[in-house]
């Protein structure tokens, strides 16, 4: 009884750390000031704007416009980079391994607190709430389609901190070369991912290719299940779950194995 007892405080105190820590880095988002913030939103909204000309142009179709719209709203779940690699140059990922928590729930903690909870209510909604009016249905294809694409949304996330916690990981075997790993993989999800150019607008070939890589579970999958593109939402849901074990495996694999250089590098 003592046992369980135990196990369930310490369930209880990881998660008040979580909690604590994404309170935290959500109120630090405007340390910087308005305009720091700002300055980002409405990057983000330029490259949207710019995008949708460009498929209207096209003729590409209402899925599409959608497709973009959410793509932009999710773009942090999406495109996940968490405070993992950054910690590295800045010297601060000694500290977090004196937190009450796994030092991946901190990057995880940080992530949602600082990016996601912000970029969603400042950006986020007000965007998803203003595409009526500009011509863009914000709905999914269906209530069925909506579902099924928030478990993906979810599935895609796990992997994205599966693949971010790779490249910090990778990043611990170029020494200084931090940003090089940064550059790389923005590269890399850019053309592999289909947040910003979706697959359809690729020959088939290159679209069944580039859909069933893991990069292509974390974009396109969530997207055309939502807008109803996808041709078999099952087998979307089932290849990112087979992602995500393999994926979280090597993560934790290569990333126990990088800690001992990862801590000599950041203290």
């Known amino acids: 009884m003592n046992q369980k007892k135990n196990i369930l405080s310490g369930y209880g105190s990881l998660l008040k750390a979580i909690r604590s820590t994404m309170l935290i880095c ?31 142009s096209l003729n590409q ?18 495109n996940i980079i968490s405070p993992a690699t950054s910690s590295l140059w800045e010297g601060s990922v000694i ?29 986020g909604l007000p965007l998803w709430l203003l595409a009526p009016f500009i011509g863009i249905s914000p709905w999914p294809a ?19 901190f599966a693949i971010d916690l790779i490249f910090a990981s990778f990043a611990m075997h170029l020494k200084n070369g931090c940003f090089a790993a940064l550059a790389i993989r923005e590269a890399i999800f850019a053309l592999l991912s289909g947040e910003m150019i979706p697959f ?19 974009g396109h999958g969530p997207l055309t299940i939502y807008t109803g593109l996808a041709d078999n939402p099952g087998f979307v849901l089932g290849l990112q779950v087979f992602w995500n074990l ?22």
């Open 142 to 160: 269906s209530l069925h389609h909506g579902i099924l694409a928030f478990i993906s949304l979810l599935l895609a996330a796990s992997l994205g």
């Open 26 to 56: 959500t109120k630090q988002i405007f340390d910087g000031g308005f305009l720091f913030v700002a300055g980002g939103y409405m990057i983000q909204a330029v490259q949207f704007v710019m995008l949708i000309f460009i498929w209207k």
């Open 95 to 123: 500290g977090r391994f004196l937190r009450p928590m796994p030092v991946e729930a901190s990057f995880i903690a940080e992530t949602i607190g600082k990016w996601w909870i912000p970029n969603f209510l400042f950006f």
């Open 200 to 218: 359809t607008l690729f020959p088939k070939a290159v679209e069944t290719i580039f859909s069933l890589m893991p990069l292509g579970s974390i």
């Open 246 to 267: 393999t994926i979280w495996t090597g993560a934790i694999l290569f990333f126990r194995k990088s800690k001992e250089r990862m801590i000599s590098f950041g203290g």
């Open 61 to 78: 179709g209402e899925e599409l416009l959608t497709y973009t719209l959410m793509a932009t709203i999710l773009h942090q779940e999406l």
